[in-house]
């Protein structure tokens, strides 16, 4: 169907970035909170962590950029994705995608799922259930009616795929006692070239069928939306909402109690990424760039105050920062 032409579109921020070795990172100190994030002064995206003001690389390889990371719920090990460099990208290229296995400290990296894995043409957004036995992600595969986008779940190996929904999904995630899931799809599975008919769903997920049935619109806003996560106590879900063009997005909430959509930031930048929760349930995380202005930043909001705060930049500009993971 015509809507696979989609497919780099739906996830893809706008970007800005350039590469330059000799600008300082501002880096305050994150007390209590361990963030993982790419960043690109060579020209190609390495993770770091970043613990009390102290930033490590954890990986780099000229050959590769590195993105996505997410951490076990033991805290042992990360998930990050790696794929080929490529300056006009920069992140998230779905279509060269490797998931790999790492240490918390970087070492012993192991590919879990190489590029065209179980065939399919493409891979992203994985996540960790909430024991560290599973991982969901979405895949474009080969259906009856041609390429298209759909929830997978694996073992922690990367092992026994199992597809778990025949809806066209991308950006999922578990909630955090692994009842449900969510993603961003289109209401009543009915695909559309308007990204902004692109809508929060969430199903009831069945770990032992490995199914997700029952899959309903949360939302039903004129944003294109991407990229939720939950909160801590499982009683809200953060995402990112903005034009059809990705250049202007908020943050958004919305309320699993009073089933209510609200706004969290409503500014003129893209903001978003994989957008995730303090462990405390204070602050979201996410990256933002002022579109033409700088590259991306990695900020946090406190979702009682709405304050916003600039977690890490450059002084200059001169190159970003992306996906934030707090731990």
């Given amino acids: 169907m015509a809507i696979i032409k989609l497919l780099l579109v739906s996830f893809v ?8 070795d000799s600008q300082e990172t501002s880096i305050p100190k994150e007390a209590d909170v361990t963030l993982l994030y790419s960043k690109n002064p060579k020209g190609y995206n390495e993770l770091y962590k970043l613990h009390k003001g102290e930033e490590t690389l954890l990986l780099s390889d ?10 076990s719920p033991d805290a042992s090990k990360i998930l990050v994705y790696r794929s080929a ?3 006009e990208k920069n992140h998230d290229d779905y279509l060269n995608a490797e998931l790999l296995v790492v240490n918390i400290d970087g070492t012993n990296p192991q590919v879990l799922l190489p590029k065209n894995a179980n065939g399919w043409n493409a891979q992203g957004v994985c996540r960790w259930n909430k024991d560290g036995t599973k991982i969901l992600m979405c895949a474009e595969v080969e259906t009856n009616v041609g390429l298209q986008w759909r929830l997978v779940e694996t073992n922690a190996l990367g092992k026994n795929p199992k597809i778990l929904s025949n809806h066209w999904a991308i950006d999922c995630n578990y909630s955090t006692d692994n009842s449900s899931v969510v993603f961003m799809g289109f209401a009543n599975n009915e695909l559309s070239f308007d990204l902004t008919k692109l ?17 309903v619109s949360l939302t039903q806003n004129s944003t294109r939306d991407h990229d939720p996560d939950f909160s801590p ?5 953060v995402f990112s909402g903005g034009n059809a063009e990705y250049s202007n997005v908020d943050l958004l909430l919305y309320d699993l109690v009073s089933k209510k959509e609200s706004v969290l930031l409503d500014n003129a930048n893209a903001n978003g990424g994989s957008m995730c929760w303090s462990p405390d349930g ?3 995380y996410f990256h933002s760039l002022e579109v ?26 001169s190159y970003g920062f992306y996906h934030p993971e707090a731990y």
């Fill in 85 to 87: 460099v490529n300056p």
């Fill in 13 to 20: 921020f706008l970007m800005f970035s350039c590469s330059n």
């Fill in 233 to 237: 106590d499982n009683t809200k879900i």
């Fill in 62 to 71: 000229s050959k590769y950029d590195f993105w996505w990371p997410k951490v």
């Fill in 282 to 284: 204070k602050y979201v």
């Fill in 292 to 317: 033409f202005k700088t590259p991306f930043r990695i900020k946090k909001i406190n979702v009682d105050t709405k304050e916003v705060q600039t977690v890490i930049e450059t002084a200059d500009n």
């Fill in 199 to 215: 809508e929060l769903q969430k199903g009831i997920y069945n770990k032992e069928s490995n199914m997700v049935t029952n899959i």
